[in-house]
């Protein structure tokens, strides 16, 4: 557990994580003064708030994977000779990443999809159907 901690605080992951918590409150601030002036969807806030809840696991991962270069930390940035010869940086390092993109892709087209179809919140039956406020800004842009 200590040497967790340890590691966390080398990477800098606290500092990106009060990043993201503060930018991600912002944002939601935003969202939400736009909702109520500008006359939004009611899943607009929830939704934006599902965006950045998933955008978390991926700045952390981030955070975590910049901080295993540790150059300008006080640490070589080149591999030491016997690290070189043993294993390729293209083995399991690129891998590793390949499969956590492959994942992050598979997570996002879900979350798209369950947005589109409208299951990331309850549906307001008081709402008007999409296809009646297309038309509306239709006829407001051709004004």
Known sequence: ??????????????QV????????WA???VVDVLTQNMGLPSWVFPFALVLL??????????AIIQGRGGAGQGESAAPAP????????????????HATRTR???????????AVTGQLVPQDPADEPA???????RDVKKD
């Open 82 to 97: 016997e690290a070189a010869s043993v294993t390729p940086p293209t083995d399991a390092g690129e891998a590793s990443l």
């Open 27 to 29: 944002v939601l601030q």
């Open 131 to 137: 296809e009646m406020l297309l038309e509306r800004l």
């Open 53 to 62: 809840l998933l955008g978390l696991p991926m700045m952390v991962a981030t």
């Open 1 to 14: 557990m200590k040497n967790l901690l340890r590691e966390t605080h080398r990477r800098s992951v606290w």
């Open 17 to 24: 994580l009060a990043v993201y918590v503060g930018v991600s």
């Open 104 to 114: 992050l892709k598979r997570m996002r087209d879900s979350v798209l999809t369950a």
